[in-house]
């Protein structure tokens, strides 16, 4: 079956500690999306990432990192500089990032919880 | 600024219809989405509006008026699996999603 995997699925860390978030897809699509949901808030744009070895930063990038080696694969890293780390975080791809009707498919999402 | 309204809650019965109402102002319009979220889930595509007028889609219909920056999702017949949140997003001129926070549906039978 194609789909989004996202592990693990719950997360704790202690304060001041880096955690890597992992996404990994299987649709072959060239975009990948990162995303933070807080209650309340709609999704927010944390990195997006339109083809391998390349990302770009989206609205709230400060404090995270991404990497693209492999066009099926990009982790997040939530850095001890993000000041409120503790979210759901849900990894999306499409076919290609800029493309009208372009629907993205989301992963089960990971519950970070820093502690 | 970019900006998407859509009610925080809305309650209904089991059987019943009911209309989900979402608004925007973004910079430039590339069509707007609606997705299903069942709590601690990731959220599923339900539809794609670019052009005026009504999407029927089974139990789901999705309506866009583009001059009054308004969507509305319709759901008919409605069923205890439909407790939810939909979320409404807008794609901008940038063909980046702008998302509102989500309508929490909740069905009682």
């Known amino acids: 079956d194609g789909g989004i995997t996202q592990s693990p699925k719950y997360l704790f860390r202690k304060e001041g500690q880096n955690v890597t978030l992992s996404c990994e897809q299987n649709?072959?699509?060239?975009?990948m999306y990162w995303y933070r949901q807080d209650p309340g808030q709609g999704l927010r744009l944390i990195y997006y990432?339109?083809?391998?070895?390349?990302?770009q930063k989206g609205d709230i990038a400060e404090g995270y990192s991404v990497s693209r080696e492999k066009k099926e694969s990009f982790p997040l890293t939530v850095t001890s500089a993000q000041k409120n780390p503790t979210a759901f975080y849900l990894c999306?791809?499409?076919?290609?990032?800029?493309?009208?009707?372009?629907?993205?498919?989301f992963g089960p999402g990971t519950r970070l919880t820093v502690l | 600024g970019q900006n998407i309204d859509q009610p925080t809650e809305m309650t209904a019965t089991e059987g019943a219809i009911v209309q989900i109402n979402c608004t925007y102002q973004?910079?430039?319009?590339?069509?707007l989405f609606w997705y299903q979220q069942h709590a601690g889930e990731a959220p599923t595509f339900l539809s794609y509006n670019v052009l005026d007028g009504l999407e029927e889609k089974g139990r789901f219909s999705s309506f866009l008026s583009r001059s009054k920056g308004y969507s509305y999702l319709l759901l008919k017949e409605l069923q205890m699996k439909d407790s939810a949140s939909y979320l409404c997003a807008v794609m901008d001129s940038n063909y980046q999603l702008i998302w509102g926070a989500g309508t929490k549906l909740i069905i009682k039978p």
């Open positions: 649709l072959n699509h060239d975009a």
């Open positions: 990432s339109q083809i391998v070895n390349d990302f």
């Open positions: 973004t910079s430039g319009f590339n069509g």
């Open positions: 999306a791809s499409s076919i290609i990032a800029q493309g009208v009707g372009n629907e993205q498919f």
